[in-house]
């Protein structure tokens, strides 16, 4: 069964553009995450979502941040305006549910590089 | 503030000796434990997870839970160069107990030396 599967996995973008980022959770996963990893934070949650449905996103750095889950097997990230202090890589990860033992595991895809000029 | 506490290392040992990584955690709701191993570069891959006081093994992983001491562990047996890499632990809250939210420590980075 293919893993969840992110794009680009890498993007340069200059001050200013808008930048969309890509994920296609595990085939039956019901939850979705978006985080992001930096040397100096570590790795963030930023949102996730429920069957499609945005449950927490407390960790979106600001409104320029906006994420989407149209349908079970796709979600956008999108940072408009980007600014260089955007620049992370940005993972995406799915897990069965949030009930108890092995459903609670998430699962990572290969992240999304994102550089900022 | 929920904190996942880990020493950054880096941590060396030789190559086939034990390779022993810590973790704490502030938060006593956290009721299940993740160990990822992420090579430089690469996603973090889950490796282990934890529910239950006491160990549990797999090949040469085991990872020790006590949540009375809030304190993890992974053991590497026969620890070899491919286990060169940052580990990371995370902690989820018990359901419904809030938001369904890892909070991972920042990793320690392990080296093993040939």
């Known amino acids: 069964d293919a893993g969840v599967i992110q794009s680009p996995r890498h993007e340069v973008t200059e001050m200013g553009q808008e930048v969309t980022l890509r994920c296609k959770p595990i085939s039956g996963h019901d939850y979705l995450f978006w985080y992001r990893q930096t040397m100096m934070r570590g790795l963030e949650l930023l949102i996730y979502?429920?069957?499609?449905?945005?449950?927490?996103d407390s960790g979106m750095p600001e409104d320029r941040f906006s994420a989407k889950m149209p349908n079970a097997s796709f979600s956008t990230l999108k940072i408009q305006p980007s600014e260089p202090r955007d620049s992370a890589v940005y993972f995406c990860?799915?897990?069965?549910?949030?009930?108890?033992?092995?459903?609670?595991?998430?699962?990572f895809g290969p992240g999304t590089r994102l550089t900022v000029t | 503030q929920k904190e996942v506490e880990q020493n950054s290392g880096p941590l060396s040992v030789p190559e086939g000796a034990i390779a022993s990584l810590n973790c704490t955690y502030s938060d006593r709701v956290s009721q299940s434990f993740f160990w990822y191993r992420q090579y430089s570069g690469k996603s973090p891959e889950l490796i282990m997870s934890?529910?239950?006081?006491g160990d549990k093994e797999d090949g040469r992983f085991t990872a020790q839970l006590n949540k009375a001491s809030q304190y993890v562990s992974l053991l590497i047996r026969d620890s070899q160069p491919s286990d060169s890499a940052t580990y990371l632990c995370a902690a989820l809250p018990v359901t419904g107990a809030g938001s369904y939210q890892l909070t991972f420590g920042k990793g320690t980075k392990l080296s093993v030396i040939p």
């Open positions: 934890i529910y239950s006081n």
């Open positions: 979502f429920n069957n499609n449905v945005p449950i927490d």
């Open positions: 990860a799915s897990s069965l549910g949030y009930d108890g033992g092995n459903r609670n595991e998430q699962y």
